[in-house]
């Protein structure tokens, strides 16, 4: 089977290149180059991530050095950077490998011509890091589950990509188990552990050809978009808030149960 996997350059996503590749060889790995914009708000942002946000910027800063630490490089596999997901180089890629399954971690958004274009030789999967339907987008779920207050949130997706955000049909969701006795460095190295382990888990099923679910997202329940503009100081205030005051085991047990997706289902 031949296998793509496009993500970003961060530490996280070699760790998964390295899983996904023990799994099943990937053919090719296409590393998106993360692009940064210097708004207002993104610079107010900022500021607020180094002051009152420190202990999540240093959790995942932490967690970033663990996977350096166990995976400093990507499998030996071909590896190519490219400006963004949509650039003519990925549509020139896919021309080229024709694959028979693209994964997808950590870009930007697809457009439709690139979901086309993979769909006339395989079909594409997502990991989202966050429970789909009910919550989507970023700049991190995890941090927005702390916002909210809905620790039951907290967990990871894999769904067959579209061009929305996190709205594809869903293969599996899971939350991700909790004690409610986690650091905020060992919630998020938890939860991305987890996502990893889970889309592995789909691989697999690819792999040997089982069937996978596929679930439109609108048969679980309403979903919220979170956008990057929408992380502001007042929410990175209430992630870290709650997470010192509300996050424990009891708050956990006793909130909402969503529903979920199987891969047994």
Known sequence: MKTLFICG?????????NK????????AV?????????SKHLISQRLASVTIGLPLRRA??????????????????AISDHENVNADSIFKLISFLKPDLVLISGTNLLRQPLIDAISQTGRVINLHTGLSPFIKGGPNCTNWCLALGEFNLIGNTVMWLDA???????????????????SIEQL???????????????LVRIRDKVPLPE???????????????????WQILKAVSNYY?????????????????????
Not at 9 to 17: D, F, I, K, P
Not at 215 to 233: D, I, M, S, Y
Request: glycine share 6%.
């Open 215 to 233: 679930v439109p997202q609108a048969e679980l329940g309403k979903g919220r978009v979170f956008l990057t503009k929408h992380w502001t100081a």
């Open 164 to 182: 929305g955000i996190d709205s594809g049909s869903i293969i599996s969701t899971e939350q991700t188990s909790l004690s409610g006795e986690e």
């Open 9 to 17: 350059g961060g530490a996280n996503q070699r760790a998964l290149a």
């Open 188 to 202: 998020h190295l938890k939860v991305m552990e987890h996502a990893h382990d889970l889309y592995s888990r789909c």
């Open 245 to 265: 005051l509300c996050f424990n085991a009891a708050n956990i047990a006793r909130q909402k149960q969503y529903n979920l997706v199987s891969l047994d289902r």
């Open 20 to 27: 996904l590749h023990a799994v099943n060889p990937l053919s």
């Open 30 to 38: 296409a590393i998106i180059k993360p692009v940064y914009f210097n």
């Open 60 to 77: 995942w800063s932490r967690m970033m050095k663990y996977y350096d630490l166990h995976f400093p490089a990507f499998p030996a596999t």
